[in-house]
């Protein structure tokens, strides 16, 4: 049983007042629905004895193909090193292609290859496939609610690069 309290009104914001149980319930939602969201990725990355770090390059150089090493390096927030060892992975087993920049030849752009487009296709798909059902269960409203949510708690420079990635790929 649920024990939130009516939004109060100030000054014409609506406050929604939430006990710390509630928000350590949240909290273990996050968590739980994360295992959840990342559960059937992982089964298809584990046959290829990829992590969730493969996941993430393949889905953002989809997202943006011919993005730089460096853009890359900005969207996962990770080391060079570290992303180094899964972009090397990935493009000797021919899901990635590198190209040297035709106007920085320092540059290095980054393509998804056939097999790395089928790839990332299976594990969105087993993605959507949840969220779709996630987002017909609760409804538009709710949608709505929980992107609003999920953009408030994003770091001011990761909101940024969320919405430049959005309105560029819309």
């Given at each position: 049983?649920?024990?939130?309290?009516?939004?109060?009104?100030?000054?014409?914001?609506?406050?929604?007042?939430?006990?710390?149980?509630?928000?350590?319930?949240?909290i273990?939602?996050m968590?739980?629905?994360?295992?959840?969201?990342?559960?059937?990725?992982?089964?298809?990355?584990?046959?290829?004895?990829?992590?969730?770090?493969?996941h993430?390059?393949?889905?953002?150089?989809?997202?943006a193909?011919?993005?730089?090493?460096?853009?890359?390096?900005?969207?996962l927030?990770?080391?060079?090193?570290?992303?180094?060892?899964?972009?090397?992975?990935?493009i000797d087993?021919?899901?990635?292609?590198?190209?040297?920049?035709?106007?920085?030849?320092?540059?290095r752009?980054?393509?998804?290859?056939e097999?790395?487009?089928?790839?990332?296709?299976r594990?969105?798909?087993?993605?959507?496939v949840?969220?779709?059902?996630?987002?017909?269960?609760?409804?538009?409203?709710?949608?709505?609610?929980?992107?609003?949510?999920?953009?408030?708690?994003?770091?001011?420079?990761?909101?940024?690069?969320y919405?430049?990635?959005?309105d560029?790929?819309s």
């Amino acid at each position: 049983m649920s024990d939130t309290r009516p939004a109060q009104v100030f000054g014409g914001e609506s406050l929604l007042f939430l006990t710390d149980e509630q928000l350590r319930q949240g909290i273990e939602a996050m968590f739980f629905a994360y295992r959840g969201f990342t559960a059937d990725p992982d089964r298809i990355l584990a046959q290829m004895a990829y992590g969730r770090a493969h996941h993430r390059a393949i889905h953002f150089i989809n997202r943006a193909p011919g993005t730089t090493v460096n853009n890359l390096l900005a969207i996962l927030g990770v080391t060079k090193q570290s992303l180094n060892r899964v972009l090397r992975t990935l493009i000797d087993d021919g899901l990635v292609e590198s190209r040297v920049g035709t106007v920085d030849k320092r540059e290095r752009h980054l393509f998804l290859t056939e097999n790395g487009r089928a790839l990332e296709a299976r594990l969105s798909e087993a993605q959507r496939v949840r969220m779709r059902a996630a987002y017909k269960d609760a409804g538009p409203e709710a949608v709505s609610g929980f992107r609003k949510v999920l953009e408030a708690m994003m770091d001011a420079d990761m909101r940024h690069a969320y919405t430049k990635l959005r309105d560029t790929t819309s």
